[in-house]
């Protein structure tokens, strides 16, 4: 992993801190892709893994580029691919290869065919080993914020982002509270999520960072195509719309939780 500096002063420097770019649908043009990104102003990604199996394969990808930096775990929706060796292999594989975070690890309570016992102690499983490796954690929380905040409060000294953020600014403020970020991305460019503009303009900068989640949650108007890093730009003048704030300024905070949050080695300037 090594350091970039932003030559050009009068480009955005955006970090998409949550983005499957080693997913099978960037195969065929991920070159073309970080192109795109980087022509977009996005100089960094974080790419948070789903499964065991999907570890090589984004160490790869890390490795090919500059400026994508990984994280290992254990997806909930992926429940039924997980074996409780995986998270001894994760240990391991943590002590091993450098990583920015845990995660994607969290709860999913709104597929109905996950058992959310076993989803917790993957979870639970999860956060300890971040714990000991002094590691984030990246949070996937659907319909689950309060079972996850309940988790969190029982593993001290725990840092980290619930990624695509959906809950009350109560909750929102617990998250906060006990030293999380939140994350937001392509959901808060659909004229509908009222309550999460609401989020968006109300929550302090210096505990957001922008994502994408690509290849998934298309922003609006693109409902249906793969997701991609390029389109955070989109999700920052959201943002600034939203906040009446400058563009220029949300990246440059939000830029810095990210450098802070996974200790990148970036440098902003
Ligand atoms: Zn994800």
Known sequence: MRA???????QMFLIDSHAHFDDVQFDVDRTLALQRAHAAGVQAQVLPAVTADSWP????????????????GLHPIFLATHQIQHLQTLDEWLQ?????????CGLDFYLTDLNPEQQTDYFMAQLRLAQ?????????????????????????????????????????????????????????????AQRLHRLVATLPLERLLLETDAPDQPLCG???????PAYLAEVLQQFAQLRQQSATEIAEITSRNAITLFNLPLTQC
């Open 4 to 10: 970039i500096q932003n030559q050009n002063k009068s």
């Open 132 to 192: 000991n490796h002094q590691l984030p954690v990246i949070i996937h929380a659907r319909r689950s914020v309060d079972a996850v905040l309940k988790c969190l409060r029982q593993v001290k000294g725990l840092t980290g982002v619930v990624h695509s953020f959906v809950g009350s600014e109560q909750q929102a403020q617990q998250l906060i509270d006990l030293g999380f970020y939140l994350s937001l991305g392509g959901p808060i460019t659909y004229p509908r």
């Open 57 to 72: 394969k984004l160490k790869h990808v890390c490795q090919q580029y500059s400026g994508l930096f990984p994280a290992y």
């Open 96 to 104: 091993r290869e450098p990583a920015v975070a845990v995660g994607e």
């Open 222 to 228: 693109r409902q249906g195509q793969r997701n991609e």
